[in-house]
């Protein structure tokens, strides 16, 4: 008689496994991301403004584009890392004048550059000097501007305003509400205008990009990154899993105001004039330019280069209107209508959000 016995347990069949979820095409992800679409928008603009007129999309114009408006692109960076957590800061502007005027004034006590005959009266040292003077008082007033949020505990768009004015007023007082010029030569031609193998217009341009790509890497792809989304997502989260809120949160405005003191030297070197009454508007531009780029306002989502390409539409629309002769004012209805739509979006895209969880 036989005897049908068990199969040792070496020799079972294997458990089956779970079905694994399936994974979408990698061109429904590009497809599903924010950036794609604020990609494709602002593709589509400089699609329109050639075809009405070839020179938009000129070597010169794209340049111009970029340098013109490398001030806001750089500010937008660091603005992305304020909304991730939550946040707001209204004084880019100020801190930008303000930076920009100590560097002058800076430059000004070694010597300025002589207009008539194009002669430096110095060299890289005075030059580092000014620059490292400027960015030092940036970086400051981010400090500070977190050290109030995060300790105090006063609303980030109470202290960033009172710091807006604050900036300002110093900016004034340095100056007695007159432009400095006469910036160096080292600033204002060899990296203003100056690129490498004597190209024009190309040094602003790779301290811009180099700019966006360190910071999107670093978001991304860094601890400091994931503990500012965490913040934007959860702040009482990430306090509870280990986090120091409060030291990260003056971090990320140190950061900011460092990348505004840069878009400071920025504008000298692009202008060489410090433009002290130019810069007022600066928070809402470079805010609205992070927000079309995908950057949530309720904290926990945005990417750089989002913020960078979505910063980049205001400046083609009025870059287009001025081609083709259409008044520039026009530039304002276009952004605040595609300001309003982002924003709309995002709550929708919370709002999905909230009822799948």
């Given at each position: 008689m036989t005897v049908d016995r068990a199969a040792p347990a070496d020799l079972a069949a294997p458990a089956a496994r779970p079905p694994e979820a399936p994974r979408s095409a990698w061109w429904m992800r590009v497809v599903m991301n924010n950036v794609f679409w604020v990609l494709v928008i602002l593709v589509l603009i400089?699609?329109?403004?050639?075809?009405?007129?070839?020179?938009?999309?000129?070597?010169?114009?794209?340049?111009?584009?970029?340098?013109?408006?490398?001030?806001?692109?750089?500010?937008?960076?660091?603005?992305?890392?304020?909304?991730?957590?939550?946040?707001?800061?209204?004084?880019?502007?100020?801190?930008?004048?303000?930076s920009g005027v100590v560097s002058a004034k800076v430059f000004l006590a070694f010597g300025s550059s002589n207009p008539a005959t194009g002669a430096d009266a110095i060299g890289w040292g005075p030059v580092v000097i000014g620059m490292a003077a400027g960015l030092a008082v940036g970086t400051a007033f981010g400090v500070i501007n977190g050290a109030l949020i995060a300790y105090a505990k006063v609303p980030p768009f109470i202290t960033t305003l009172g710091s807006f004015g604050a900036a300002l007023g110093i900016a004034y007082l340095l100056t007695n509400g007159s432009d400095l010029s006469n910036m160096p030569n080292l600033l204002t031609v060899d990296i203003g205008s100056g690129g490498p193998f004597g190209a024009a217009e190309i040094w602003m341009i790779i301290i811009v990009l180099a700019i966006v790509a360190l910071a999107a890497m670093l978001l991304a792809y860094t601890r400091f990154g994931r503990y500012t989304y965490a913040i934007g997502s959860n702040p009482e989260s990430a306090r509870r899993v280990g986090i120091n809120v409060q030291r990260h949160l003056v971090k990320v405005y140190g950061l900011m105001g460092l990348l505004a003191a840069v878009a400071g030297l920025l504008s000298l070197a692009n202008v060489s004039t410090t433009t002290i009454s130019g810069h007022t508007a600066d928070a809402l531009s470079v805010i609205g330019g992070c927000v079309i780029g995908g950057t949530s306002l309720f904290g926990g989502r945005g990417t750089v280069v989002g913020a960078f390409i979505g910063s980049l539409i205001p400046a083609a629309l009025d870059s287009g209107f001025v081609i083709i002769s259409v008044s520039p004012f026009w530039e304002y209805v276009a952004v605040g209508i595609v300001l309003v739509v982002a924003v709309y979006f995002d709550q929708w895209r919370r709002r999905r959000t909230q009822q799948a969880a």
């Open positions: 400089s699609l329109g403004f050639t075809l009405i007129n070839g020179a938009f999309l000129s070597p010169y114009n794209i340049r111009s584009l970029i340098t013109d408006n490398a001030y806001v692109l750089v500010m937008a960076v660091g603005m992305v890392f304020v909304l991730c957590t939550a946040g707001l800061d209204l004084s880019v502007g100020s801190v930008l004048v303000l």
